[in-house]
């Protein structure tokens, strides 16, 4: 059974998405993602273990959110500079501070 032609593959799909320019561009960026998550998942746990707190609970995921991911926007930026994908993933990062701060601003 074959798939209707008109319909654009996942790669094309992100790349639109993302507004990038090549199917080249969406493979590196999806490699600055994997690199990243396996990066925080070997480096997790020995940071969670240095706290000495054990899994689950109120303090592991205090300390994941105020440690860990923090550090994943640091590596997705070190990757991304890695794989000729920083200015991509800096645009990213200021759209999510811009969200960030804007849930604790004042509004009008």
């Avoid at 008109?6 to 561009?25: N, T």
């Avoid at 240095?50 to 550090?71: Q, S």
């Avoid at 200015?87 to 509004?107: A, D, H, M, P, V």
């Amino acid at each position: 059974m074959s798939k209707p032609k008109d319909r654009p593959g996942f790669l094309h799909r992100l790349q639109a998405k993302w507004q990038l320019k090549s199917i080249f561009q969406v493979v590196m960026v999806l490699m600055v993602f994997a690199c990243t998550g396996f990066t925080i998942l070997f480096i997790k746990a020995p940071i969670l273990d240095f706290f000495g707190v054990e899994k689950g609970g109120f303090w592991n995921t205090f300390l994941y959110l105020l440690l860990v991911l923090p550090l994943y926007q640091i590596f997705l930026l070190i990757y991304g500079f890695l794989f000729g994908q920083f200015n991509f993933f800096w645009e990213k990062e200021k759209q999510l501070f811009k969200r960030i701060t804007g849930l604790f601003s004042k509004r009008k």
